[in-house]
């Protein structure tokens, strides 16, 4: 065996093994989370309100705050955002200033770490709007976060539908709305949802801004004036104020649930608006 | 040769030139086009022949830019003229594109696509109206039994019957083609070539091609064009026996292409 070919055999051992760490680490944290938090979760745990601060009782209210919070800033981004992408890839002058504008807007918005959302809503929701610490506060803050990622990926599934579709509805005398109503955002919609799911990836998992804006409280949240604790802040107080290291892991193995039941649910209703519209 | 009454005036193209920002892609071109005739464009590739077509159903003006100058008459009626309604306009006048292009939905729902859209809900009107569109697209002994199975599992051949099928539902004057058989194997094509003189009957068609023999087979008129110039039109049988111009006959003739 020559030198060179212990190289390549080397190297692709080295990648082999890169591509496995992947692998090995997600099963790493998600058995250390299932192993230390499975003792937790009973039904009693999941169905019961939490009592002395977390230490007794269950996590009911953070699981609805963390649902409430979530479907709302949903809601409130969804629409917008596939507006605009709707605006942007098929009404707006691709070259015009604006359009430029709004893109560089979301790109930078990106960016911007939650700290720094959670400080805006802060300040202008729940002080300046006197909104108060509360479901709405948060979920406006979440629905700005996840804003510039439902347009991103809304714009790249408006995109990719063939051309030739659209000038094949125009052909036939529809308007250019009825074309993006009939055409366009049904053969968009897988799209559209894979930017759904990775925005309720960030929404679900956010906690810095939530702490500003919607609270820690332990309540029940029923109107969207009322604070909520969701189930991520609630595991971040768990940990950091040491009140129970087996139910912050109890909530964490929740919370991983939660995020694929959500995953499930949005890929479904999608698929069944985009069947409705078609 | 054989005869040809003149029909009437379908479609005038008058002095008509396009412009795509400051490339001018036509250059006075006028034409008559007859109704119930196949009229076939040809020349090579970057010719106009295609953008000529466009400005026939004000399709150009989807590309920012374009600018077209002249007029177009549609049964005597200007369709340049800022109180034409394009969407009417589309409706009379109807495309087929190169390549097939099914809307991801069932056969039924690609056909009854254009009437929804001009407001028909009845469903039997739209049974009624689908059936007989894939029918006179002879599509309908093909896709009877699977209408609402998805378009997009039908063959080439039948999609592009399809699309054709789903611009007669929207019951328009003037079919506009554009190479519908380029993407075609030969069997298809013949098919499609058989369609077009059965469509003739009832519709005005305009037909862009590639292909020489195909605008031999199909067309009652021809025009050639060159480098943005409408160079001959003419009766097909005389334009291919007897061309007028050197430049006509060297294209004809495979001397360049």
Same mark, same amino acid.
């Given at each position: 065996?020559g ?9 692709t ?12 680490v997600?099963?790493l944290i ?8 499975i003792?937790a ?7 019961e ?18 649902l409430?919070?979530t479907?709302v800033?949903?809601?409130l981004?969804?629409p ?24 560089l ?10 700290i ?13 709007l006197?909104m108060?610490?509360?479901?709405i ?9 996840i804003?510039?990622?439902?347009m991103?990926t ?28 009939r ?11 894979? $930017?759904i799911?990775l925005?309720i ?8 801004a ?12 029923i ?12 595991l ?34 999608m698929r069944?608006?985009?069947r409705?519209?078609? | ?9 379908k ?6 030139e ?14 008559d086009v007859?109704?119930n ?6 020349g090579?590739?970057?010719c106009?022949?295609?953008t ?13 830019g374009?600018e077209?100058? $002249?007029?177009?008459?549609?049964d ?23 390549k ?13 696509y ?18 007989n ?5 002879n ?8 209408l ?7 063959s ?5 019957r ?8 929207v ?18 094509t ?12 009832s ?12 605008a ?6 021809t025009g050639?064009?060159l ?7 003419n009766r ?12 006509t006959e060297?294209?004809?003739t495979?001397?360049?292409?």
């Amino acid at each position: 065996m020559g030198l060179a070919d212990v190289k390549e055999k080397a190297l692709t051992g080295l990648f082999w093994l890169s591509a496995l760490m992947i692998v090995g680490v997600l099963v790493l944290i998600i058995g250390y989370i299932i192993v230390n938090g499975i003792s937790a979760i009973d039904l009693k745990f999941i169905l019961e309100p939490p009592s002395r601060a977390g230490k007794e009782g269950g996590i009911s209210t953070t699981i609805v705050g963390t649902l409430y919070l979530t479907v709302v800033s949903l809601l409130l981004s969804v629409p917008v955002g596939v507006a605009s992408a709707v605006y942007l890839e098929e009404y707006a002058n691709p070259n015009s200033r604006f359009a430029y504008l709004v893109n560089l807007t979301a790109e930078t918005m990106a960016g911007i770490p939650s700290i720094i959302f959670g400080l805006f809503g802060f300040v202008f929701f729940v002080i300046f709007l006197n909104m108060g610490w509360s479901v709405i506060s948060g979920s406006l803050t979440l629905a700005i976060m996840i804003l510039p990622t439902i347009m991103r990926t809304s714009q790249e599934a408006i995109k990719a539908v063939a051309p030739e579709l659209r000038e094949n509805s125009l052909a036939l005398g529809a308007s250019k709305w009825q074309t993006v109503q009939r055409i366009v955002l049904p053969s968009a919609v897988p799209g559209i949802t894979t $930017g759904i799911i990775l925005s309720i990836g960030r929404a679900i998992g956010e906690t810095a801004a939530l702490i500003l804006t919607a609270g820690s409280s332990l309540g029940m949240p029923i109107n969207l004036s009322d604070p909520a604790r969701s189930m991520a802040v609630h595991l971040y107080v768990l940990a950091m104020e040491g009140i129970s290291m087996e139910r912050a892991f109890g909530t964490a193995c929740l919370l991983i649930v939660l995020i694929v039941i959500l995953n499930f649910l949005a890929n479904w209703s999608m698929r069944r608006l985009s069947r409705a519209a078609g | 040769m054989t005869s040809l009454n003149k029909n009437k005036v379908k479609i005038k193209s008058q002095d008509v030139e396009v412009f795509y920002n400051k490339f001018q892609a036509l250059y006075e071109i006028n034409m008559d086009v007859e109704e119930n005739r196949v009229t076939a464009l040809i020349g090579p590739s970057g010719c106009g022949k295609s953008t000529f077509l466009r400005t026939l159903n004000r399709l150009n003006e989807l590309i920012p830019g374009t600018e077209v100058k $002249g007029q177009v008459f549609l049964d005597g009626q200007p369709i340049y003229s800022r109180d034409v309604d394009v969407v009417a306009l589309r409706k009379k006048v109807g495309m087929v594109f190169q390549k097939p292009s099914v809307f991801p939905m069932s056969i039924y729902d690609n056909v009854a696509y254009g009437p929804r859209i001009h407001g028909i809900k009845n469903k039997y009107d739209l049974d009624s109206i689908v059936h007989n569109s894939l029918q006179a697209a002879n599509l309908w002994d093909e896709v009877s039994d699977r209408l609402h199975s998805p378009a997009a599992r039908l063959s080439g051949g039948q999609q592009q019957r399809l699309v054709i099928a789903r611009v007669l539902a929207v019951n328009p004057e003037v079919i506009l083609m554009d190479e519908p058989a380029s993407a075609l194997d030969p069997i298809s094509t013949s098919r499609l070539e058989a369609l077009i003189a059965e469509l003739k009957e009832s519709y005005t068609i305009v037909i862009v091609t590639h292909n020489m023999q195909q605008a031999a087979r199909v067309s009652d008129y021809t025009g050639f064009f060159l480098n943005g110039y409408l160079v001959e039109f003419n009766r097909t049988d005389e334009l291919f026996v007897n061309p007028r111009d050197k430049r006509t006959e060297d294209y004809i003739t495979g001397r360049f292409g």
